[in-house]
């Protein structure tokens, strides 16, 4: 096995460890916030692996950085306590959800390696490089890039008109 | 050795189903919102690994614009948790069904 690939089985291996402890940990929203970071870090580490260095970087500004953070000072500042939440309604129905999804995903993973080719392309120079990513996003891509500056003004306005005790 | 593109491709299959899982069975509206950040995060690695078998750097692309919407969707999903905090002094979305028939 080579080196390249037991790194990926690693850091795969962290995602997903780290991504059902955030959904199973029923006691401390801290802790799965943590386990969140856990798995965007090893997310960014499997993007390194397949050669998108922009996107890596990205993923740890942005999700590391910003959005986990946003997630803990909710939470710290709602003071949220453990008796909060009791056992929940329709218990058969979000069983039947999760045997549903399950048998989804054993289903798409038996059907995976028949579908895709086994070769992949061969890599561009500068390929996942910031030169190659923002040439493409501000030539080509620069009607969505524009309609995002757009999506954030407003996500901007909605979040200030929501935060504020009373409007004016 | 190249990593086969089908087990990252899998990787991102098994992160979006612990994504739903979460977003079902979960009542705290917190980790909800969490869990939807990882379904986004499932399919940017979909994304990535689709342009690493194509060598082309669209999906990276898509990527940036997702990442975006999703720091978008979590600012204004926790001004909605605020707010719904003050009003109602809960998080459990089961307390919070009044738009539900």
Redesign the interface.
Known sequence: M?A??SL?YFF?AL??GS??S??LNLRN?VA??MS?VI??VS?AA??V????H??AV??IM??GG??VV??VF??M??N?RQD??PP??QRGA?AL??VL??F??IK??AL??AA???T?????EG??GYR??GT??FT??IL??EA?SL??L???V??V???K?RLD | ???????????S??????????A?????I??I???I??ML?AV??AF??F????????G??F???V??????????G??????L??NRD???V?DVSLLKW
């Open positions: 080579s390249e690939l990926f795969a995602a997903v991504a059902l955030m959904v929203t799965s916030a969140l798995t965007m997310l499997v993007y692996l397949m050669e998108a922009l996107v990205l993923q942005v999700y910003a959005i946003l997630f909710v939470v500042l709602l949220l909060d939440f929940g309604r979000k959800g999760v999804v399950v989804a995903v798409l993973l995976l390696p895709l080719p086994d992949v392309a061969a890599l561009p390929f996942g190659d990513v493409a996003l080509r891509f969505p890039f995002t999506l954030l407003s996500a901007l909605g979040a008109v929501l935060a005790r | 050795m190249e990593i086969p593109i089908e087990l990252v491709v899998s990787l299959a098994i992160l979006f189903g612990i994504g739903v899982v979460g079902l069975v979960r009542r705290n917190i980790v919102l969490m869990s950040e990882l995060n940017n690695l990535v690994a342009a690493r078998m194509h060598g082309t750097n669209d990276h692309v990527v940036l614009i990442i975006t919407v999703a720091a978008a969707e979590v600012a204004v926790l001004g909605i948790v605020i707010s905090f003050r809960t998080t459990n089961d």
